[in-house]
């Protein structure tokens, strides 16, 4: 499985920003679509995620009202809505598959997920 993320990039705070995760490669291999992100100097932080053919969301308590997940199961990508950007959101966000362990179970360690996007960028000015 090959992820690759885009539409990261700069924005101000109280924006909302876009962050596509398309897949490719051994599509039904995906249980689960998460999304990670990395601050500057923290480790890497469960921001939520979905089960591939289900309606099945999960999202860290963080991030709750302000991120959405979608998904488009024809372009095999995901998608990471993030409203009302806060400073605190800056980091490398990363998207990552799960071949699944559990019925509708959405892991949040990073060691639980078996394929990595290279990450992007997503920086928010005050």
């Known amino acids: 499985v090959h992820l690759v993320e885009s539409g990261g990039g700069l924005a101000q705070a109280g924006d909302s920003l876009k962050v596509s995760c398309a897949a490719s490669g051994s599509i039904y291999s995906i249980y689960v679509m998460g999304w990670f992100r990395r601050a500057p100097g923290k480790d890497r932080e469960f921001v939520g995620g979905t089960v591939w053919n289900a309606d099945v969301t999960r999202y860290a308590d963080s991030v709750k009202g302000r991120f959405t997940f979608s998904k488009d199961n024809v372009k095999n990508t995901v998608y990471l809505q993030i409203n009302n950007l806060k400073p605190e959101d800056t980091g490398v966000y990363y998207c990552?598959?799960?071949?699944?362990?559990?019925?509708?179970?959405?892991?949040?360690?990073?060691?639980?997920?078996?394929?990595w996007g290279q990450g992007i960028q997503v920086t928010v000015s005050s």
């Open positions: 990552a598959a799960d071949e699944g362990s559990s019925y509708h179970f959405i892991a949040d360690s990073p060691r639980d997920y078996d394929w």
